[in-house]
């Protein structure tokens, strides 16, 4: 508990400094425009699904790639299991 107003007055000037290094006036001014936060929100969304989109792209080539490598070294369980899944998909496609 605050005792004294000194360590009342410390307190405040420190919650000030820390408000001003938050730049709340800024963040405060800006949630107040529904526009902005719309627009930005919107942006938002659409650079997470473009990045999601490419993410997946990449680790789903780059998977493909591995599984290839593995088919032509030709390893006994991998081959077989490989194997399967070939043949899994072919009878399902017909």
Do not use: C
Request: aromatic content about 8%; proline content about 3%; overall charge positive.
């Amino acid at each position: 508990m605050i005792k004294t107003r000194d360590e009342l007055e410390r307190k405040i000037e420190l919650w000030i400094e820390a408000s001003e290094r938050m730049r709340l006036p800024e963040y405060l001014q800006y949630l107040s425009n529904p526009r902005k936060v719309l627009w930005r929100s919107f942006l938002s969304g659409i650079a997470r699904g473009a990045g999601s989109a490419v993410g997946f792209t990449i680790l789903g080539a780059i998977i493909v790639i591995v599984i290839q490598r593995l088919a032509l070294a030709n390893l006994p369980v991998i081959g077989d299991f490989l194997a399967d899944i070939v043949e899994i998909v072919q009878h399902k496609l017909k």
